[in-house]
């Protein structure tokens, strides 16, 4: 995984106070100063501006934590933030050093997992677990049914073409549409990008399965532990 990630996604900092630090020459990585871009892994030393990254040892001895939190607006999908905003770990109230499993952008509310477990997290972050996320999404404007199609069928965006998504329509009423769209990649802000393709605007979004995993009636800014079946179903996938 690129430093700058790994590090962030361990609660370090954030990747562009990261950076910062690379480009002063203060991590070091297996002795050696610490390049931009460079991949880092579990088994590498690390040391941040003279102090050794304990993280596989605190692997050993951390007990393992996993939590499901419904994100409310405006809060960063992110360990910590340079600007003082509210991130999704500061609505966890735990003494372990969790971060979470992939993000949802400042607008949007919903499902996002939270844990200390690196392997889980490598797991489901990787391109090849291509797990479906759903999301519920209210525009503004009737959205065509040849629209509906082409969402299926992948849209051409500026850093790609998506993959087919699956899309149903729940209503069209008062010049609004609502519907669901489940994807299983995870571009930037990829739901918002797809629907205002063709011109809609968002008027909220929402993410409520990860898998089979549902945000159920868990109450915005709330969370709770993942039972033990859910988590045996992560690792299964």
Wanted: glycine residues 6%; hydrophobic residues 35%; proline residues 2%.
């Amino acid at each position: 995984m690129r430093i700058n990630k790994y590090l962030a996604t361990l609660g370090v900092a954030s990747r562009r106070s990261i950076d910062t630090l690379i480009l002063q020459s203060k991590i070091l990585v297996n002795g050696r100063v610490a390049m931009q871009g460079m991949d880092v892994s579990d088994e590498d030393e690390i040391v941040i501006d003279g102090q050794k990254l304990k993280m596989k040892l605190e692997k050993e001895i951390d007990e393992k934590v996993y939590y499901m939190l419904n994100k409310p607006l405006e809060v960063l999908s992110s360990s910590s933030d340079d600007r003082g905003r509210t991130t999704v770990v500061d609505l966890v109230k735990t003494n372990k050093r969790i971060f979470p499993i992939g993000r949802l952008d400042y607008m949007t509310t919903g499902l996002i997992l939270l844990t200390n477990d690196g392997e889980l997290f490598n797991r489901l972050v990787h391109p090849k677990s291509e797990i479906y996320k759903k999301y519920y999404l209210k525009v503004f404007g009737e959205v065509k049914k040849y629209e509906i199609e082409q969402l299926k069928k992948g849209v051409n965006l500026e850093d790609g073409k998506t993959l087919p998504a699956k899309v149903s329509t729940v209503k069209i009423e008062n010049n609004k549409t609502s519907l669901y769209i489940s994807i299983r990649e995870g571009k930037n802000r990829q739901v918002r990008r797809m629907i205002e393709k063709f011109g809609y605007k968002v008027l909220m979004l929402r993410r409520e399965k990860i898998g089979e995993l549902s945000l159920g009636d868990l109450p915005e800014g709330k969370y709770r532990e993942l039972t033990k079946e859910e988590i045996e179903y992560l690792y299964s996938i």
